[in-house]
């Protein structure tokens, strides 16, 4: 139900712009019996966009009838509103003498020297206009049918205080109108001198001040530096540096003018001496004495000796927090990168160090909760920081199985945030704007340089992860350089970053669960909520979040995760064979290096028709990767999301292994190519050597059998002459196996002769037969054999 109530004081305004209520209005009186109300027009200040100063003059007094105003509040022809004054306005009295101190000078009355004179301006204008207030109050004798007819007494009461009508109109209408607030009487320039809080400096080249005899004399070039706000600050830093007790200003001055206005050295009577520049280059003396003393800030010097960086990490005073304006879980997310302070060592082969990777986590602004991680070996690029927000928005079961670990999936929450605060770094690129804005419709902040704070959500996760769980480890860096005489921290690497990531998971899921947090990070609503059932909330992480679940504290977007991998995945070139896919080496431009540790295939890939088209030339296709994650990669097309597996038989590898490990193999085998070559190159030539060896010899035997035979035909190159002198090559093998089996005083049996071939009469000779002797020499072999056994056992 619309209120339409008028009461002397509001302030009315109309709902349209070109509404005939006009602007704002005051209700400085209603009479109901008269349906009548009393109106004031409330000045806008800076109407007129060329004035140089605040402009607060009011109109006069009108009326109107009070059911119309009550007519146009219930159609919305106009509404109610509140008016912010000027913040000089609240400042007490005592406040005024700070602003402008009194001035003590004898003319003024006795009784009004202790007042600044702001007080001295406003009580005149009062003064004009108290008798007449006291009429409007109802305190006079006088009485009026309305606040309207106020006007018509104006002009005597100017005449009866020897000033202008336009002076009580102006302070008669200004007290009215802003609500009969007596600093509303101020006058306009009150705490405005210029730009509020900005000192005047020299403009176009002119120099502040009176021009000195120089430039009187038409010495122009003699007029003097223009100070410029570090001039400024150069003085008060010198001032606050050499004046001290014992040390006259001008010495201070000279001091100052040698730290920053000078130019080198010059020996003079064998000692270096100064060089200042000339007096038209630096500041005066009396500069100096001016400026100096208006330094206020202590910490000036030290900040510039410090630089702006360190100064804005470790000692500018701050005006709020990271988590100002933020009242739920999902609505804002922190991003940064920072490198894990561990060495590592290569996952085949835990001799090779690998140096330290870099981290980047996603924790949410509000509860500092961790929702996703990335840990590369090199330096982080977009596609890491995408891979981290894929991570935070979807489910870790995967993860976790893939690590081996019997943690709850419940204990790692997933959010897809709807801003993002990072720094100048992975996410400051097309790729990563196009995805996440365009995309996925979700917003990123990026820090200004040098203001860590802005981003202490992740800056304080970064120490205190450093501090609890990387610095505690075998082959940490410390966050700092080796010291002379200590021992290089790589040379302790011990961990692989598949172990790392097992640990850092653990150290995670007990800041998310376990690690207490203050009480004043617990929500009141939630404390309450717990008291009321006689409860004591845990003060975890995870508590106060699932608390605000169940309440509804969640702004985080719900997005298909098919649908966050196919823009948040890393992407890859493969090469397609027949056999599967294979991935390519990243960041190698144009050259193909294949990672043939992993190979993917699926029968979609028949289906689909890409291995078909392969053969046509289309040998290179994009698929999605966790670079971690070995076990399959991601297939985007016009039918979907496909998941193509790996088929190695490596499953150690594929658990452990990520793309890195890939390409580390192939950098071992570079590496192995290089410095195996003259053992390879010396095996080569050794088995090149034996075969000319023995192709010699043999070379040589058959020679002398060709000069054996004579004029005899050699053998028969025929199919059945091969066959027979196969059988006869077998047969003398077998020979061979049974005398080097049998004793030493055995008699060895011999295999009857190959026959000779067979005339048929026609001319024709038939391959020869082989026959077996009466005894069998294998037979014979057995009973041996088993005689043997047999007396062994006798004398056993």
Not at 609 to 629: F, H, L, M, N, T
Not at 654 to 679: F, T, Y
Request: contains cysteine.
């Amino acid at each position: 139900m619309i209120d339409i109530s008028i009461s002397a004081g509001d302030v009315l305004v109309g709902t349209e712009p070109d509404s005939p209520f006009g602007g704002l209005q005051r209700v400085v009186e209603v009479i109901p019996k008269l349906d009548r109300a009393v109106l004031i027009p409330i000045p806008v200040p800076k109407r007129d966009p060329h004035a140089k100063k605040v402009n607060y003059y009011a109109k006069g007094f009108h009326t109107t009838k009070l059911s119309q105003l009550r007519l146009m509040l219930e159609t919305k022809v106009i509404r109610k509103t509140t008016l912010p004054l000027p913040s000089h306005w609240y400042m007490s009295d005592a406040d005024l003498r700070k602003l402008s101190p009194p001035t003590g000078n004898p003319e003024i009355p006795a009784e009004d020297r202790h007042l600044s004179p702001l007080e001295r301006k406003r009580n005149f204008k009062f003064k004009l206009i108290a008798p007449l207030v006291e009429i409007a109050e109802k305190t006079a004798p006088i009485k009026l049918p309305d606040l309207s007819c106020l006007d018509a007494l104006v002009q005597a009461r100017a005449r009866e205080a020897g000033v202008s009508a336009g002076q009580v109109f102006d302070a008669l209408h200004r007290y009215y109108a802003f609500g009969c607030v007596r600093n509303a009487l101020l006058p306009n320039n009150t705490g405005r001198s210029g730009a509020p809080g900005k000192k005047r400096r020299a403009k176009n080249g002119v120099k502040l001040g009176r021009k000195n005899a120089a430039v009187k004399a038409g010495r122009t070039d003699q007029a003097g530096i223009i100070l410029t706000d570090q001039d400024v600050e150069n003085m008060q830093d010198g001032y606050s540096a050499f004046v001290r007790p014992g040390t006259t200003i001008r010495d201070a001055f000279l001091s100052m003018s040698a730290v920053y206005y000078s130019n080198g050295y010059t020996q003079k009577h064998g000692y270096w001496a100064v060089d200042l520049l000339p007096a038209n280059e630096r500041p005066t003396e009396s500069d100096f004495r001016y400026h100096g003393p208006a330094g206020k800030d202590q910490y000036a010097a030290a900040r510039r000796l410090m630089g702006e960086g360190q100064w804005a990490k470790n000692f500018r005073p701050l005006v709020g927090t990271a988590r100002d304006g933020i009242t739920m879980v999902g609505q804002v997310a922190s991003l940064d990168a920072s490198p894990i302070d561990v060495n590592q060592v290569a996952c085949g082969s835990p001799l090779q160090p690998i140096g330290v990777g870099r981290g980047l986590f996603v924790r949410d602004a509000w509860l500092g909760l961790y929702m996703g991680w990335h840990v590369a070996i090199n330096g982080l690029c977009t596609d890491d920081a995408k891979l981290a927000i894929l991570r935070a928005a979807t489910d870790k079961s995967t993860t976790l199985q893939h690590y081996g670990l019997d943690l709850p999936a419940d204990d790692f929450p997933s959010l897809f945030f709807s801003r993002y605060l990072c720094d100048n770094g992975e996410l400051r690129s097309q790729d990563g704007m196009s995805s996440i804005v365009d995309e996925l419709s979700s917003r990123i902040e990026f820090i200004t340089s040098g203001r860590a704070d802005r981003n202490s959500s992740s800056e304080s996760g970064h120490h205190s992860r450093h501090r609890r769980f990387d610095h505690k480890m075998t082959g940490t860096t410390k966050g700092r350089q080796a010291q002379r005489g200590e021992p290089l921290a790589i040379a302790s690497a011990l961990l692989t970053r598949y172990a790392y990531m097992r640990l850092l998971l653990l150290w995670i899921h007990w800041s998310n669960t376990q690690q207490e947090l203050p009480l004043h990070m617990i929500p009141t609503e939630m404390r309450r909520e717990f008291a009321a059932q006689g409860k004591t909330p845990n003060r975890t992480r995870i508590e106060v979040y699932r608390w605000a679940v169940s309440n509804g504290y969640v702004s985080g977007k719900p997005i298909n995760s098919d649908y966050l991998r196919a823009h948040l995945l890393p992407k890859f070139t493969a090469s397609v064979q027949r056999g599967g896919l294979i991935l390519h080496r990243p960041k190698t431009g144009k050259l193909v290096e294949l990672l043939h540790g992993a190979k993917f295939n699926h029968p979609y890939l028949a289906q689909a028709g890409i291995i078909q088209a392969a053969s046509r030339g289309e040998k290179y296709i994009e698929v999605s990767a966790d670079p971690d994650d070995l076990s399959q990669v991601f297939l985007v097309d016009q039918n979907g999301i496909h998941v193509i597996p790996n088929i190695k038989d490596d499953a150690l590898f594929i658990n452990e292994g990520g793309i890195a490990d890939l390409c580390a193999l192939n950098d071992a085998e570079k590496l192995d190519n290089v410095l195996g070559a003259s053992r390879r190159d010396q095996d080569d030539i050794d088995q090149q050597s034996f075969r000319q060896e023995e192709e010699a010899d043999a070379k040589q035997l058959q020679s002398a059998a060709r000069k054996a035979l004579g004029k005899q035909p050699p053998p028969s190159k025929k199919k059945a002459s091969v066959r027979a002198a196969q059988a006869n090559e077998r047969r003398e093998e077998m020979n061979n196996v049974i005398q080097r089996t049998r004793s030493d005083d055995a008699e060895p049996t011999v295999l009857s002769e190959m026959p000779a071939a067979a005339n048929d009469g026609t001319g024709t000779q038939k391959p020869p037969q082989p026959r077996l002797s009466s005894t069998s020499p294998l037979i014979e072999l057995r009973k041996a054999r088993l005689s043997r056994f047999n007396s062994e056992r006798k004398f056993s």
